[in-house]
């Protein structure tokens, strides 16, 4: 098993950058937490406003704490507004039901954490995210 080091989630970062930088993307805040949802790194680009750490946080908590990205977070919310509200409350308002929060896996499938980005369309922080896993060489 595959664990997530500070060195695969810097990489996982500057990854997610380089995409934005294709892309042509505003400044983003990028975070990687390990399977535990305790941050390993976090890198918020000159100009990215101060709510950005606390959505992408909340976009990659969110994802671990369900077990699937928070694209997927938000679709549900959007059919079980209720079940939302409660979950809400329970996680004490800490994740975020946009798409921009993807979990990481290893070889075998297992979650080893999970990136959150925030700063662009949550599409275009997923896409970010995605090919930031995808050049550490790691799996979304």
Known sequence: ?????????????????????????????????????????????????????????????????????????????QKSPAFFGALTAVSQGRLVPAAGGVLIYDEGRNIIGAVGISGDTSDRDEDCALIGIKTAGLQP
């Not at 950058?17 to 305790?38: I, Q, S, W």
């Not at 680009?45 to 928070?70: C, E, H, N, T, Y």
């Open 1 to 77: 098993m595959t664990r997530l080091t500070l060195e695969f989630a810097l990489r996982v970062i500057d990854g997610a950058l380089d995409r934005a930088a294709e892309l042509g993307c505003p400044p983003l805040t990028v975070v990687v937490l390990d399977a535990g949802g305790h941050d390993i790194a976090l890198k918020r680009q000159d100009g990215s406003g101060i709510l950005r750490v606390d959505i992408a946080r909340g976009k990659a908590w969110g994802a671990l704490g369900m077990g699937f990205p928070s694209r997927e977070l938000g679709e549900r919310a």
